[in-house]
């Protein structure tokens, strides 16, 4: 009588299957308890300088674990607008809330300027800027402002007959805007002391001409 072994062969791709089941499984296990303990966070969405007042469009939300919040970083916009930061803050970092100041507590407030010359091309966000005025019309401010105009890379001169409004202001941001201010001309936010508002927005409501420049040993690229 004749006799039949059976014998099982080793299905690698069997087993490779199991696996990679097994590896998906623990990684939707991990994905959803991670979503679970995400919170949502207040991060920069651009260059936030010392002294700057927050608005709403400087800061997004965005999820992150709930371990790393540790109630030390603001959940929400609404709790940090209006507040005052204290030492800057990059575009995407998280915005600590040890890093923020109420208004009436700092000594330094954000102005903006409307500015008749783009702002010379090695100038940064951030970097240490002098505001000059220049009696609108006289050859001095014509000449700088028409040059500054035809000139992809801005002037970083001083126009002839000018005067220092304010020295090393911290420039926080700027933007040409020449649709709503006028031909080629640029909006300046600066950062100022309280003290300084005053002859800033004395500046900019008088008819002269104003230029922002680079201070001497200010941020440059």
């Known amino acids: 009588m004749r006799k039949f072994s059976s014998t099982t062969r080793f299905n690698p791709r069997l087993v490779i299957g199991l696996v990679l089941v097994i590896v998906s499984i623990v990684g939707v296990v991990g994905i959803v308890r991670m979503s679970a303990s995400a919170t949502p966070v207040v991060v920069a969405s651009r260059l936030l300088v010392e002294g700057q007042q927050i608005t709403s469009t400087d800061v997004e939300t965005r999820?992150?674990?709930?371990?790393?919040?540790?109630?030390?970083?603001?959940?929400?916009?609404?709790?940090?607008?209006?507040?005052?930061?204290?030492?800057?803050?990059?575009?995407g970092e998280l915005v600590p809330s040890a890093s923020l100041g109420e208004a009436s507590e700092v000594i330094e407030t954000t102005v903006v300027v409307d500015v008749d010359a783009p702002l010379a091309s090695n100038m940064i966000d951030g970097g240490i800027v002098d505001l000059w005025a220049a009696a609108a019309g006289t050859a001095g401010a014509s000449s700088y402002a028409s040059s500054a105009q035809s000139s992809s890379v801005g002037t970083g001169a001083i126009p002839d007959g000018a005067r220092l409004v304010l020295a090393r202001a911290r420039l926080a941001g700027h933007s040409d805007d020449s649709a709503a201010i006028g031909q080629g001309a640029t909006r300046a936010e600066l950062v100022v002391s309280r003290n300084d508002v005053a002859t800033v927005l004395a500046a900019s409501a008088s008819d002269d001409a104003l230029f922002v420049v680079a201070s001497s040993g200010g941020l440059s690229r």
Do not use: D, H
């Open 63 to 91: 999820m992150a674990r709930l371990e790393f919040v540790s109630g030390a970083y603001p959940q929400n916009i609404e709790s940090v607008v209006g507040k005052v930061v204290t030492r800057s803050i990059g575009r």
